[in-house]
């Protein structure tokens, strides 16, 4: 450190020496250092009453401590107590920290210097300065190493934290836990996910370190915020860019904000959640007001947590997939099977009622026949017309029963014209109007043609059973190479997430079975539909061949 003179036209010392003054004078050199800190340190200037009152008494303990350095010849004080690691947390970072340390050093150092040193006593300030210089060193490296042993053990337990995630796959649970995660686990005082649907974003998660009830409240009712790429609010510059955005206390005020206003002065940041896949969504999480910022070693672990989070909805969106489509499995399987069973059934009661019943009939004609040869030939060979009679109509009942089994329209009319009788049927039976416009229907298999066959009956089932529809719309086009099949009515719709739900619990699968259906044959399947709305359930199917039939 560099030594300065004693001011300019002062005396030689006649009192205590420089190093005996300095105790009296710890208010004076504790002043100097906060008002260095106000003037040329922003962490300071910008921290809050509290922070800078707290500060002030590190201050003064700091400056306490070194007069026990320079008395007991450079025995160094317990350090991690005059800087505990706490005000790390608060929002000043160990370069802060370091920083604050030498300004303090070199203010203090100045107004020894100018204020309390006299002619004659350079070498005293030098050993003054020496032991400022030892102490600023002294102090550093044991706070050093507390800040990165502390950083060490957040990132063990961060690992943790992410490693739970990573286990979760129950939407709900995870949704929940985004966000008290980011409170209990992270330190921040409120935290907000917004889930991106329909260009607007969702809250669906919201948790507060101090108030219980807050989540709850904030979520209720249910409220969508439109966002847009060329929107100018801070929502729309994380979410679009996609970038942390992070605000200093007072940095921003909440007309900059349309989705939650923050606490007053409080720092906060938007974080965006952005996986290859879906859902993407945004994270609000917001500190205490008594904290100057966001730091930055927080902002690195939130960009770890948003990559970990996206993945986990990732994960917990495939797993929701695979196992409704499991479910839907089960519930065509269950259906399949039971449908084999009530065909057999159907089977053979028919058989037994009519074709058994017309062979035994046949049976009996015939010993009629053989017995009248003998008597009256004439009545044998009645009674033989009368076998061929009834054979004929055993022949007609077996094709009705084979009729029955697959619709014999699919085999000599087609599927468009078997679709028409459908409908036409459909109309007769149950009053709903029901139009039909079928274009370009392709050269589909056998099975995909019965497949078709078999949605549309589950389609038409639904609207009879659930939409309360006055009308119904059936058509077929052809578009980029594939069949688009359309089945609209004018019912009274419903809610998808609610259907889900009810899907999950193994309720309402038809829409489940028409969907796997289409997936089996290559194919895509949409609804979209609206509480009061209708409902409009599109499907698009490979061609495959070039040749169409209408």
Sequence with gaps: MAQGPAPAG?????????????????????????????????????????????????????????????RSGGRMPDALSLLPPKAEFRGIELRDLVDMLSLGKHAAWRFIRDNLAFAGEEG???????????YYREMVAPLASAYFNHQQESIADFNRLLNQFRMILDRGELLERITATACRGMGFSRAVFYLYEREALLPV????????????????????FPISPFGNSLECKAFFRPSIIAARRGEYSSADLSLIKPMPEAPFALVPINPSGSPKGLLYVESEPDRLAVTH?????????????????????????????GRALDHLMSRVNTAHEEERARIARELHDSVAQSLLKIIYS??????????????????IEDIQEQ????????????????????????LPETVRRMASQFEREYGISTRVDLQGMGDLTGSAEMAVFRILQEALANVRKHSGARAVWISSRLQDGQLVLTIEDNGRGFDLSSVEHEQERGRHLGLLAMRERTELMGGEFKVRSAPGR???ITIKLPLLSGGHRA
Excluded: H, M
């Design 10 to 70: 002062r005396a030689a010392s006649t009192g205590p020496r420089l190093i005996d003054r300095i105790p009296d004078n710890l208010a004076g050199v504790t002043q100097a250092v906060l008002e260095v800190f106000a003037k040329d340190f922003p962490a300071y200037a910008e921290a809050s009453p509290r922070q800078k009152e707290e500060i002030g008494e590190r201050v003064t303990e700091i400056c306490a401590g070194f007069i026990d350095y320079l």
């Design 124 to 134: 005293e300030l030098l050993e003054v300065a020496e032991a400022l210089d030892g």
């Design 205 to 224: 998660s919201a948790f507060s370190a101090r108030d219980d009830l807050w989540g709850r409240n904030y979520l209720e009712p249910l409220r969508y």
């Design 297 to 325: 070693w927080e902002l690195e672990l939130l960009q770890i947590y948003a990559d970990t989070v996206g993945l986990a909805l990732e994960n917990a969106r495939l797993y929701r997939e695979v196992s409704l489509k």
């Design 366 to 383: 015939a010993g009629f026949a053989i017995d009248f040869l003998k008597e009256d030939p004439r009545l044998a060979e009645e009674e």
């Design 391 to 414: 054979a004929k109509e055993c022949i007609a009942e077996l094709r009705a029963i084979i009729g029955n089994l697959r619709p014999s329209s699919l085999e000599i009319l087609g």
């Design 534 to 536: 209708g409902t409009v």
